[in-house]
């Protein structure tokens, strides 16, 4: 049973075109993630949604943005991709924000900038 | 401020044997930890997780850890490398006043045949 879908799981865009990764869930937790990941390195957290509460990372660029829409569905927009952009991007929930609950993670959409 | 350190970014072992992937971290108050592991394109998945109680914790596929307060440690452990366990694993840690997690850079395991 899918718990953490992210679409596509592959992206090929141009650089400076925008893109949008989609991520959705059926765990109904109150907080979501994004990260980003590159080869051979940790994730790196962006920015979290508890609920409708946006909260970013200050060392995120402004080149990326985010929507939480519903409940369900998350989403990462990045604006004006460069070839720096390119990597895994992880979208994570977990049930609540102030307490030990692990966060599940969806496979990841690759993004490849072009 | 917390940080993770996972001595080993390349670690190999011969199918059968003992797996020990390390974990510390520096925190002045014991935080949450975890081990995730990830498959090639795959997500992040929980191996196993330590808040309070008992200090060995065992997860899936075999893996244990135990939290050391003293060491401040946090290793990963399996008695017998399956060729299955190929992946990268990640300790993380957690505050226990908030859900920031911190991510190790990563451990890279072999299993040789």
């Not at chain 1, 604006?79 to 496979?107: H, N």
């Amino acid at each position: 049973d899918a718990m953490v879908i992210q679409n596509p799981r592959y992206q090929v865009t141009q650089f400076g075109k925008p893109v949008t990764l989609s991520c959705s869930q059926t765990l109904n937790h109150n907080v979501m993630y994004w990260y980003q990941q590159k080869s051979s390195q940790a994730p790196k957290l962006l920015f979290h949604y508890y609920d409708k509460d946006f909260n970013n990372e200050a060392d995120t660029p402004d080149n990326f943005q985010s929507r939480r829409p519903n409940t369900s569905f998350c989403f990462l927009d990045i604006r004006s991709p460069g070839l720096g952009d390119a990597a895994m991007y992880l979208c994570a929930t977990s049930r609540e924000r102030w307490d030990p609950y692990e966060q599940y993670f969806g496979p990841g959409t690759r993004l490849t900038v072009t | 401020a917390q940080s993770v350190t996972q001595l080993g970014s390349h670690v190999s072992v011969s199918e059968g044997a003992l797996v020990l992937l390390r974990c510390n971290y520096s925190s002045s108050v014991p935080p949450y930890l975890f081990w995730y592991v990830q498959y090639p394109n795959q997500g992040l998945q929980l191996l196993l997780k330590y808040t309070t109680g008992a200090t060995l914790v065992k997860g899936i596929n075999g893996f244990e850890a135990e939290f050391k307060k003293s060491e401040t440690s946090f290793h990963l452990t399996k008695p017998s490398a399956h060729m299955s366990d190929a992946a990268e694993y990640f300790c993380a840690v957690s505050p226990n006043t908030g859900n920031q997690f911190y991510f190790g850079t990563g451990t890279s395991l072999t299993v040789i045949p």
